[in-house]
């Protein structure tokens, strides 16, 4: 979650199998003694499950009929369990994770034990936490739970709250003396781990969940990230502390922060946890779960430059998949398809949102595709955009065994023909092509794909490349034949080619590469390496030809160099190709590589 705060609304004595079998159209209910795989987190590849949020969220009839996030009960969390054991777990979807909420009444008003930890709500959760986590265990399945980061305001008691096990420690003796406040909502009290009693709190809370059996934990409001910065909501030490603290107990805990955590400790996120989200809440607040506009389309820009980030161990959580609902969903089925194949490609983990009781057939097939589910699972790397940041993009991926994932996207409000030349790949010739939302072998195809897309429409496919390398020449940024007008100068730039750059393409800063030669006249498609911290604009023109405006993706920061190939129309002989800033702000641009034929 987001927003509402957790603390303001609105934001987020039965042994189990005698409790859960008073709860009426429930599935059967199973033995307390069920015991959950005690296996060590690994995050070797996403987690695959089911999220409250998105329905606790929406204003969708019906949904939340008691009042705003009311929608978080024992009841429901039991239905959505018992659903996705029937209708999910087999293609890998294994977590139930319950979000905020869970320790407050419909009013918001939180409860909390003699040790300032969160207890659930007797309402909503009428028999308890362990009780839902050994039914979901019963099921398969794993349990999850969430906690926002710092101490809660209201748990604070005067100071006077003691700790549990940590003789003499109060609540005064774990934040700082001037209560200053963190997280992503101001709802905490910043918590002071230079105080011997800070670890023991954050330890109980750990030890707490791993009484009851919780297999996941949802850290929230998580800083650097969740819209604030600087030292008060600089949460790295919280986490580390979470991370410890959940070793204490000896339980496996999945361990995933949120939210628009700050890119700038991606080093650390990975170093104390097993995924992170990079962006805002996917879901729009509104009469449906998400919006295209609102959210779902944000990603294509915030995504590309967590990609290095993404891997065994840690993994770039894009939020709740919500696909499987139809209008609840609020979204075309060209829309629906075009979020999951992000999320696939992407290797975010795969957590619906929806409601798993109401799947409707189409929502049924994007959520159990086998070849677009490995894709996510599988041990490919995550894609990244081979062409700008347009409305018509292609990403992709190379793959271990040689073939690519590849996936077309038509961002724009119209249908339009999207093209992956295979020379952005790095081949030429003939591949094999197979169409993986459709389970369909297209046979063989000379140097490019072409799709006809609708509005917001995708395809995906692997292609397995049966022609030759591509051929290119090199032009680097740095190379004294070019010319560099405004403010442009060349820089030091470890991560390029040459340990040189062209930057300061900014207000009216130009690079033009003076000594482009070729054989034929033709477009070309020509890979510009650059580097750019965040999503950027630049006019690339040839000769004196009419420029066109791209967006170049984010590289994720200032050290580390990617590539996008964009046509240029070259005649035979020798050309020049600008890089103009405009009145903006540009990337820094490494080089360029021109293949030696034009596209065909």
């Not at 050994?134 to 926002?148: F, M, N, Q, S, T």
Request: proline share 6%.
């Amino acid at each position: 979650m987001r927003s509402p705060s957790p603390s303001v609304p609105p934001v987020r004595g039965l042994t189990a199998a005698v409790a859960l079998a008073l709860i009426a159209g429930l599935a059967t209910a199973v033995p307390a003694t069920a015991q959950a795989d005690t296996t060590p987190v690994t995050a070797a590849k996403p987690f695959m499950g089911w999220s409250s949020w998105s329905m606790q969220s929406s204003r969708y009839p019906g949904l939340n009929p008691d009042g705003d996030y009311s929608y978080l009960t024992e009841a429901n969390v039991l239905r959505q369990a018992d659903a996705l054991a029937t209708r999910l777990k087999r293609y890998g979807y294994e977590y139930v994770n319950i979000d905020s909420g869970w320790w407050r009444d419909k009013s918001w008003k939180p409860g909390y034990d003699a040790y300032g930890r969160q207890q659930a709500d007797p309402v909503r959760f009428p028999h308890g936490m362990r009780a839902v986590a050994d039914h979901i265990h019963g099921l398969g399945l794993k349990a999850g739970i969430y906690l926002p980061v710092g101490l809660e305001k209201e748990a604070y008691g005067d100071g006077k709250v003691p700790i549990r096990n940590a003789d003499g420690c109060t609540t005064a003796d774990i934040v700082h003396g001037d209560l200053r406040t963190t997280n992503g909502w101001d709802s905490a009290y910043k918590l002071d781990f230079s105080r011997p009693c800070t670890q023991k709190y954050v330890d109980s809370q750990a030890q707490s969940l791993a009484d009851w059996g919780y297999d996941f934990l949802k850290l929230d409001g998580v800083g650097p990230g969740s819209f604030k910065s600087g030292d008060d909501y600089d949460n790295v030490a919280d986490v580390a502390a979470w991370q410890k603290a959940i070793a204490a107990t000896g339980r496996p805990i999945h361990l995933e922060l949120s939210w628009s955590l700050d890119i700038g400790h991606a080093a650390d996120w990975r170093k104390h946890s097993h995924g992170w989200r990079v962006d805002t809440d996917v879901e729009c607040y509104c009469n449906t779960l998400v919006s295209w506009e609102n959210s779902v389309d944000d990603r294509f820009t915030d995504t590309p430059g967590w990609t290095k980030h993404a891997g065994p161990g840690g993994w770039n959580d894009l939020d709740s998949l919500d696909v499987g609902n139809g209008a609840m969903d609020g979204l075309t089925k060209a829309e629906r398809q075009t979020y999951a194949t992000l999320w696939a490609i992407a290797k975010s983990p795969l957590y619906t949102g929806d409601d798993l009781t109401r799947l409707d057939d189409y929502g049924v097939k994007l959520l159990t595709n086998r070849e677009v589910i490995a894709v996510d699972q599988g041990d490919t790397p995550p894609a990244r955009p081979v062409t700008p940041s347009d409305p018509q993009q292609v990403w992709a991926a190379k793959n271990p065994d040689g073939t690519y994932t590849v996936a077309l996207f038509n961002l724009a409000d119209a249908p339009a023909a999207v093209t992956a030349d295979f020379s952005s790949l790095g081949f030429t010739g003939r591949a094999t092509v197979r169409d993986l939302w459709n389970h369909e072998n297209l046979g063989s195809r000379k140097d490019k794909i072409t799709e006809a897309l609708p509005a917001h429409g995708s395809r995906l496919f692997t292609v397995t490349p049966h022609g030759g390398a591509l051929t290119t020449s090199a032009h680097e940024a740095e190379d004294g034949t070019n010319t560099l007008g405004g403010r442009a100068s060349v820089a030091d730039c470890p991560a390029c080619s040459g340990g040189k750059k062209v930057g300061g393409l900014y207000g009216g800063g130009t690079l033009r590469f003076n000594d482009i030669v070729v054989a034929r006249s033709g477009t070309y498609l020509i890979k510009v390496a650059y580097v750019s911290g965040d999503a950027r604009p630049v006019t690339v023109t040839a000769g004196s030809g009419v420029g066109t405006r791209h967006t170049f993706p984010s590289t994720g920061d200032w050290g580390t160099a990617e590539t996008v190939s964009v046509p240029v129309t070259l005649r035979a002989g020798r050309n020049t190709v600008t890089f103009d800033s405009g009145a903006d702000y540009a990337p820094d641009i490494d080089r360029i590589d021109v293949p030696s034929s034009p596209r065909q």
